[in-house]
Structure formats: C-alpha cells, structure tokens
C-alpha cells in the first residue's frame, strides 16, 4: 500500500515565492518514469536513491548499453564519513534504483565495482521483458521518515517481505523488535549522538548541509532541509548562525529516544567485505528494504550515529557478535509522510 501519487508531496509552509519554487523542484524531482524512458531519465530515478547528507556525490555517464556511476569526492563529508564508506553506500543505493528502472523498461542490470580502482560502480544493461516490480512503483513514493512513528507492530508476513527483499549477495541483514534489544540499540545511539553534537566540527559540517528554508532548498537542491525533519524553517543567515548554538546533544537524545520507542523495529546492515565493494553492495540491499518498506506502506530512517564513531561502532559490532562492521542502523514502523528532499536535475550530475 503506497500514499499518495508520485509528485503529490506534502506542500510547505513558508514565503510564497520560495514555497512556489520549492513546490515546482518536488514535483520535477519525483515525477514517475515516463514510458519509453531514456538514459537520462532511468539516471533521473537513480538520483532518487537514499544519501548521505543528501550531498548527491555522484556523476553519471551513459552510453547505449551501460551507466556508470562514479564518486564525486567533491562532495565528501570527511567528519561524518573519514573513510567514504557513506558515499559509497550512496552510491549502492542509486545502482540498486537504476537497475529496478531498468528492469521496467526492458532493460537487465548486472552491477559491478571497481573496487581495486576509485570505486566507480559499471551497470551493464542488456535487452530483457520489462517487469514493473512493486519496488518499481515505490520508488519515487520512498522517503527517509525522520519524525515519530505510531508503535504498531509490522506483521511477521512483512517483516519476512522485507528481509527478502534486502537480499543481496554478501550483505547480512539484522532484524531487531525485540523491545529490550531495541533499548540496546537506542543506548548505542544516545552515545554516539552525544559525542557527535559536543564536537564543533561535526556540527560545523552538519549545518553546510542544511537547508533552512523551501527558497534555499530550492535554490541548492541538495542538503538536508529542515522541514523534512520536522524542524522550523528560518531565513538561512538566521539558520546558519543559531543552529550550532540551539542543536543540544539533550534535545536530540531525547528526540531519538521517542523515535526509537515509537518505531516496530530496527534493521542492521552488514557486509561481509570490509570496503568499496562491501559499501556499495550494503547500499543496494538498503535501497530494496527501503523500496519494499514503501511499497508496504512502512518508513523508516536511518539512526546510524553507532556505526558513525568509530569507539562505539567497536562496542555495537561486539554487541552484535558478527566480528564484522556493521553498515547501517534503520528504524522502520508507521507514520504520515514528511515532505520530500530535492535532487539536483540529471544535466547537473552527467560527467
Ligand atoms: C549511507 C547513508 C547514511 C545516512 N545516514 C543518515 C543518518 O544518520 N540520519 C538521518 O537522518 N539520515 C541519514 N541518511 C538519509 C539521508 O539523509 C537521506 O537519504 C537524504 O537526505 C535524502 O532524503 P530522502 O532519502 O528522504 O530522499 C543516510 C543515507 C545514507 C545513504
């Protein structure tokens, strides 16, 4: 069960024009697959995908039979992700999108990584019978949920949907609904949230990203706008200033405790290979649960702070007990739908 048709997101409150603006860039942005899509359109649906930051470090280039995406280091995020491992989760996740749009449009993907190389990920496409999958259909619907959810458990039928749709080679994925266990995780999350808001840079990084108001969105299509997570829209001087002086490790703890406890569940991701190809592959499967979730009618977010600092990653991974890094922590349940984040227009992203 999906809500809502593609383009109809929630509209925004704020400044006429900036709102108008912001309205017009959603509709653009997530506007479903025409039928005899072109290259440009099936990279349009891959810049969908789920991303760190929402900084889009990707260009595209296309050729008749083959798209391949490569990492823009342009836009790293050196605090949050020292190692790229975010990015080249990123990266994973609009493969994943651009083989399930090709795949409705008559085209098989075969994804592979240069991982001995700068990480590009090749997807080979080849004639095929077109299959509108549901997680097709989900995927100009999908949105990271960053708001409280309603405590409903997900039924055992779906929970198992979801962790078949999140198969992929080479990644394990970790199903929590346990309450206790979630508490568990939520500890990790409080100790990683608390180190990461106590550090300026952190902080520093974190508000270039932010998008304060619909304008400034719309302006940028990138960054986290503040709206999307429930916060207050400002004029962004205002917002850059004020924001590192009112964003309190206390607020958002608290603030992650009743979005954890409100949540059905926790997934963790882990890849058996440390690095690139390990990273790209954790993205892929992310992006099919997120898909399946949606297409469910289920949201989820990412609560990633325990695989973010390194000394609690090493804590969470022993807790865990795989002897692996764990990828990524998501938090799935119920809840209304947010309004959506932007994407910069396909010309832009093209090498
Ligand atoms: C590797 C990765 C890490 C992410 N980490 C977080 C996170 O810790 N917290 C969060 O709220 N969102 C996180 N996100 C979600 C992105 O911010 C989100 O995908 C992006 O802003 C685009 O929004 P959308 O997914 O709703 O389209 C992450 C996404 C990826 C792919």
């Given amino acids: 069960m999906v ?67 490569m990492p823009d280091l342009s836009r790293r995020t050196p605090v949050v992700d020292p190692d790229d491992h975010h990015l080249f989760v990123s990266l994973g996740c609009a493969a994943e999108n651009l ?10 993907a075969t994804v592979t990584v240069d991982a001995a190389g700068d990480g590009r990920v090749a997807i080979a496409l080849e004639p095929a019978p ?16 960053r708001s409280d959810y309603d405590g409903r458990a997900v039924p055992a039928d779906d929970l198992a949907k979801l962790e078949e749709a ?38 520093a990084e974190l508000t270039e990203w932010l998008r304060f108001n619909a304008g400034q969105a719309a302006e940028t299509r990138d960054g986290l706008y503040t709206a999307a997570s429930g916060n207050p829209t400002t004029p962004a001087w205002l917002g850059r200033l004020v924001f590192p002086w009112v964003f309190s490790a206390g607020s958002e703890n608290d603030r992650y405790r009743r979005q954890i406890r409100s949540s059905s569940g926790i997934a963790v991701f882990v890849a058996r290979a440390e690095g690139k190809a ?27 702070q325990p695989v973010e600092v390194p000394a609690v990653r090493a804590e969470f991974a022993a807790w865990l007990g795989l002897g692996r890094r764990p990828d990524l922590v998501v938090r799935f349940g119920y809840a209304p739908p947010m309004p959506k984040s932007l994407r910069r227009p396909v010309a832009d992203v093209m090498a």
């Fill in 278 to 304: 390990g990273w790209v592959a954790a993205g892929r499967s992310y992006q099919r649960f997120a898909l399946q979730a949606t297409a469910l009618g289920i949201r989820n977010a990412f609560v990633n």
């Fill in 166 to 203: 999140a198969r992929v080679d080479g990644v394990d994925v970790v199903m929590i609904a346990d309450p206790a266990r979630m508490v568990a995780v939520l500890d990790y999350v409080v100790a990683g949230n608390t180190r990461q808001v106590e550090d300026p840079a952190f902080v």
């Fill in 3 to 69: 809500s809502g048709a593609a383009g109809l997101a929630l509209p925004v409150a704020g400044c006429g024009a900036g709102r108008d603006r912001w309205n017009e860039a959603v509709a653009e942005t997530w506007a479903a697959l025409s039928a005899g899509a072109s290259l440009g359109e099936l990279v349009r649906y891959a810049t969908l995908a789920a991303n760190s930051h929402n900084t889009q470090p990707w260009r595209f280039s296309a050729t008749e039979n083959a798209v391949t995406i």
């Fill in 99 to 108: 083989s399930i749009a090709a795949e409705a449009r008559g085209r098989r």
């Fill in 130 to 145: 077109a299959a509108e999958t549901p997680l097709f259909v989900a995927i100009p619907e999908r949105q990271c949920t």
